[in-house]
């Protein structure tokens, strides 16, 4: 069985900890590796690793750095579909999904190789007679990200990129069920020229993540995954002292108006909602209709049919397996209860088989109306194939759908109504709005994050937050007094005011 290591310190290791997790490929259900989980003694040796090269990556030229992150850059354009593969192999998605989630995260390195610019501090000459005033801001040391299972390249490159530019050290906890692509990157930082420890990999569970969170020299967390475990993390790491940022889960909402263009409504919320198995933090879960709500059932309804379902390397399939068997059990058991509770089931996933892929973890696009606020597949966060269709009167009542809901992390509105778009886009408390964009993830330059349950702390990630999150500001005040000079010797009692 191929064992897939950590990499501390410049190399694959497998760790002192004896434990290992199972990583299954989702289209065929065989188990093909298995990942080492670190212990205790492999979180210290991890830390320790980052600890020692911070203090000549943290003083390497602004240039010296830039220069790493540009061969990471081509590095990592070269070997896409090498990470692509072992992304598709371990979660499920389609190939070119995971294409484009490595060029997503790209984008992220190539905004981080910026760096020199994105560190400039400001200056301001004579803030008083004879005094100056400059500021500029430092890595804090060693930083951790912990990341989900569902974007196994992407959410990892949405932190440590801006982190290592910044001159910080990191350690990567992925996923466990899909650890691979990790490893991948780990490598490319190496030929790139990276300084060993700068960038590390600890593989694990729950007792990897709480050892980063009680050690005293990890300066900072950034979490993405589910919103129980994020308000743990956030929790947790703030007690310690620790800066943190932890994005959690996502319900999004698609307002659809009646004077929307139905066609392209429909075509773009199946492929929001059914996109990499409905397993995206941005996927669009719930259709808010207005008045249009048994067409645009029918319409969506009928694409999601005629979806091609298979595994994720034949070129032919729009949408592969979920992750794991659990996790097809519970999204067949959410759209149980949708039924249960009185929705209508008009395409259903439940029970679907792949020829050829007979013991995979699929479940078919599912299309559930007459869903209400009240109903479990409204109100849990599905992370599955499934579009529910609610219904309101009018674009204030489903603004405030929306905002009663828990998570605020995307939200969408299909229009051609500037004002009813005007009036969506400021009156929802979400953190990121599409106006007949489905998904709209931010690009690198820009920050992402939710609001409420979908984000804990003050920073979003990626984009200038990220920059803020991964450094700390100092503010000099300084003045070079000649001694032949009057101020030289003017010291004063009262609090000091500019003269
Ligand atoms: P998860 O919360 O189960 O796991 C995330 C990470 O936390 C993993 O590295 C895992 O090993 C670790 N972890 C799991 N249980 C833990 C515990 N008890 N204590 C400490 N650490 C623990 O999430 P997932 O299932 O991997 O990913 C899916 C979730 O992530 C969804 O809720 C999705 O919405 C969310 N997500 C959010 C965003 C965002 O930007 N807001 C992006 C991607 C995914």
Redesign the pocket.
């Known amino acids: 069985m191929k064992v897939i290591d950590h990499w501390i310190g410049g190399k694959a290791t497998s760790g002192s900890d004896e434990r290992r997790g199972a990583v299954w490929n989702p289209a065929t259900g065989q188990q093909q590796a298995e990942v080492v989980l670190a212990g205790r003694q492999d979180v210290d040796a991890a830390v320790a690793a980052a600890r020692d090269a911070f203090p000549g990556w943290s003083q390497a030229s602004l240039s010296a750095r830039t220069r790493v992150l540009f061969a990471f850059r081509e590095l990592v354009n070269a070997n896409i579909e090498r990470i692509a593969e072992a992304i598709t192999d371990e979660h499920g998605k389609v190939l070119s999904d995971a294409r484009g989630e490595v060029q997503r995260g790209l984008e992220v390195v190539e905004f981080a190789c910026g760096i020199p610019q994105l560190l400039k501090g400001d200056f301001s000459a004579q803030i008083s007679t004879g005094v100056d005033l400059h500021s500029f801001r430092e890595p804090l040391g060693v930083c951790a990200g ?6 196994p390249a992407m ?1 990892p490159m ?1 932190m440590f990129p801006v982190a290592i530019a910044c001159g910080n050290t990191f350690i990567l ?5 899909d650890p691979s692509a990790s490893l991948i990157l780990a490598e490319l930082w190496a030929e790139a020229g990276l300084p060993d420890g700068v960038f590390n990999v600890l593989q ?3 007792e ?3 050892g980063l969170l009680e050690h005293p020299d990890v300066a900072a967390i950034s ?8 308000r ?2 956030h929790g947790r790491a703030s007690q310690a002292g620790k800066r943190v940022q932890a ?4 319900k999004n909402h698609a307002i659809v108006m009646p004077d929307a263009d139905l066609d392209y409504a429909s075509d773009h919320l199946v492929a929001a909602a059914f996109g990499s198995a409905g ?4 996927a669009i879960s719930a259709a808010v209709a207005i008045g249009v709500g048994s067409e645009l059932v029918d319409r969506v309804s009928q694409k999601a049919l005629a979806m091609k379902v298979g595994s994720g390397r034949e070129t032919a399939s729009q949408m592969g397996p979920v ?1 794991t068997a659990q996790a097809r059990d519970r999204i067949i058991g959410l759209i149980d209860s949708g039924e249960r509770q009185g929705a209508q089931i008009h395409v259903d996933g439940r029970g679907i088989t792949v020829p050829g892929y007979e013991q995979g973890y699929f479940v078919g696009p599912t299309v559930i109306d007459a869903v209400t606020p009240q109903m479990d597949v409204y109100r849990e ?1 599905i ?1 599955g194939p499934v579009l529910s269709v609610v219904r309101t009167d009018d674009v204030d009542a489903a603004i405030d759908l929306i905002n009663a809901n828990p998570y605020g ?1 995307g939200t969408t509105i299909f229009t051609s109504s500037g004002e009813a778009a005007r009036r969506f886009q400021r009156g929802v408390h979400v953190g990121m709005i599409g106006i007949n964009v489905p998904v709209p993830v931010p690009m690198a330059y820009y920050s ?3 609001w409420k349950d ?2 804990f702390g003050e920073h979003h ?1 990626h984009g200038p937050e990220g920059v803020s999150f991964y450094t700390r500001g100092k503010v000099i005040t300084s003045r070079w007094p000649h001694v032949d000079h009057a101020e030289h010797q003017a010291a004063h009692f009262n609090f000091p005011t500019a003269r």
């Open positions: 912990i990341t989900p299972f569902n974007f959410v949405w906890k992925p996923s466990e069920r694990g569970d729950k990897a993540v709480d979490f993405v995954g589910s919103t129980p475990i994020a743990y993390i994005l959690g889960g996502a397993e995206r933090c941005m992750v966060e992370f992390n992402f994050g939710g979908s984000l990630i």
